[in-house]
């Protein structure tokens, strides 16, 4: 990343589970001034973790989608895992980019906001319009580039502020700049099919919380939710749901993915749009605890109870009557 300084720096953060409680620390954020190739980064990424003696307990890294990034992973030796808050980023500004429609009303709304943000005059025409006509004395909000989310805060603005807005555009003659009436009804439409891009990035956009199960379901929900807007005529909703399908096209069968979501208690099989993946991630999964060692925990009376380290997953309950029969159970930690 970048500082406003514009000096690089590259932060590395480590994340893991210790007494039951997800635990998170950043270990080293550094300057990063030689060039951002694969082999730079990767060599970095390995200074920091064999100082911090973890090079051999990384299951996996996530960053961004950047071929560099995962080149970078890759060298190290690692596994890696795209960002899905940034997949997101780039279904919208591609989405965006293929609209021409879209993408002239989000420049025309960038215009309008930095007419404001550039004019003492028109910030105080626009304040005194609001108290005249009682909307919520609020700021304009301008887009960020490396945030499409800004962009959905910058039409939701936009819409509130409309009243206001359009009228200090006129009385100091920018009416070029006021929205057409088709334009006006485009905002509301946008906003819409925007706002559960916006739901699902705040969802997995937290280190509380283990998200790596939600992808799945999160991806199906989109889906659905393009469908309704095109339904209402959206042409944009088209769009956005082909750029879902082109970005997260075999999802289900990425068992990490697939297997975290199949054992997460809230979703289990519920999630999965095909059937079929999930009685392969059931198959993957029966077939690794077959191949972990068995470890007896307790004994109590008659009946014992072992259990079963799956991968990194969950645990399996084995109990075993007196008769040597056999019982499984699952059970989700």
């Not at 500082?3 to 007494?19: D, G, P, Q």
């Not at 920091?48 to 890759?74: C, F, P, R, Y």
């Not at 485009?186 to 992808?215: G, M, N, Q, W």
């Not at 079929?276 to 008659?302: A, F, W």
Request: overall charge positive.
């Amino acid at each position: 990343w970048t500082s406003r300084s514009t000096k690089a720096y590259l932060t590395v953060s480590c994340h893991f589970i210790e007494n039951w409680q997800m635990q998170e620390v950043v270990l080293e954020t550094s300057n990063f001034s030689a060039q951002h190739t694969a082999d730079n980064i990767s060599a970095e990424l390995k200074r920091i973790s064999e100082e911090w003696g973890v090079t051999q307990k990384v299951l996996g890294v996530v960053t961004d989608n950047a071929a560099n990034m995962v080149s970078a992973v890759h060298k190290a030796g690692w596994k890696h895992y795209p960002c899905f808050a940034h997949k997101l980023n780039l279904i919208v500004k591609d989405a965006i980019k293929a609209s021409p429609e879209k993408f002239h009303l989000l420049k025309k709304c960038k215009s309008i906001v930095s007419f404001f943000y550039h004019s003492t005059k028109a910030t105080e025409k626009l304040k005194q319009l609001q108290k005249q006509l009682k909307v919520a004395e609020h700021k304009l909000i301008n887009t960020v580039e490396t945030r499409w989310n800004s962009t959905l805060f910058m039409l939701e603005r936009l819409h509130e502020q409309k009243e206001p807005v359009t009228t200090a555009l006129c009385l100091l003659g920018k009416s070029d700049l006021c929205f057409t009436s088709e334009e006006m009804s485009l905002i509301p439409l946008t906003i819409e099919v925007l706002r559960p891009f916006e739901e699902a990035t705040r969802e997995v956009s937290t280190e509380k919380h283990v998200s790596v199960s939600k992808v799945i379901p999160l991806v199906s929900l989109l889906l659905r939710a393009t469908v309704v807007s095109e339904r209402q005529g959206c042409s944009f909703a088209t769009e956005l749901a082909q750029q879902c399908h082109r970005r997260f096209r075999g999802i289900e069968t990425l068992h990490s993915l697939a297997a975290s979501t199949f054992l997460d208690i809230r979703l289990k099989h519920l999630a999965f749009r095909d059937k079929d993946h999930v009685e392969i991630v059931k198959k993957r999964l029966l077939s690794e605890m077959q191949d972990v060692h068995i470890r007896v925990c307790s004994c109590i009376s008659t009946r014992r109870y072992i259990i079963i380290c799956l991968s990194s997953y969950s645990k399996l309950c084995v109990i075993s009557d007196s008769s040597n029969n056999p019982r499984y159970c699952l059970s989700y930690s």
